[in-house]
């Protein structure tokens, strides 16, 4: 898998990396397009359904793709753009402390979820029967709300 974020563009000079000339001016293109738009972590927080719709629309060569990305430990539900050769061109990765590591795509019909469970962090989804902030099998085994007896009270 190859990535691209705003902090992944540095070509060097003289070098191409391997790839055709248009594919290094297009690859400039995205990295100026999303240094321009989302140029801090800050700006580019929980903004990538808005920024992959936008970027599909200055390019559109660009696929833009819906799924899960794997930061750390945890995957979070996110939105990238793909090249017509496979590329990751991500506008909003560098939101997190850490570039995500691993990109799942969903179907573009599959459920959103609506959170995560309080204990165990797993997606919830309201056709899987989420109607709290835990998962199934969290229920169970909580006996008291996290918040309980935290004040003595």
Not at 108 to 124: M, N, Q, S, T, W
Request: aromatic share 10%.
């Amino acid at each position: 898998m190859t990535m691209r974020g705003p902090e992944l563009f540095e070509w060097p000079d003289d070098a191409t990396g391997g790839e055709d000339l248009a594919a290094v001016a297009s690859h400039d293109l995205f990295g100026s397009w999303i240094a321009e738009r989302y140029p801090t972590a800050e700006s580019a927080k929980l903004q990538c359904a808005e920024a992959t719709a936008a970027m599909v629309e200055a390019f559109p060569q660009l696929r833009r793709v819906r799924g899960q990305a794997m930061v750390g430990i945890d995957f979070r539900p996110h939105w990238w753009c793909v090249t017509p050769d496979g590329e990751i061109i991500d506008p909003t990765a560098h939101q997190w402390p850490a570039l995500p590591v691993f990109y799942e795509a969903l179907p573009e019909d599959a459920e959103e979820p609506r959170g995560k469970c309080i204990y165990c962090g797993e997606l919830l989804f309201q056709s899987r029967g989420a109607d709290s902030y835990l998962c199934e099998n969290c229920k169970p085994n909580v006996t008291e709300h996290p918040t309980e007896g935290a004040d003595g009270g």
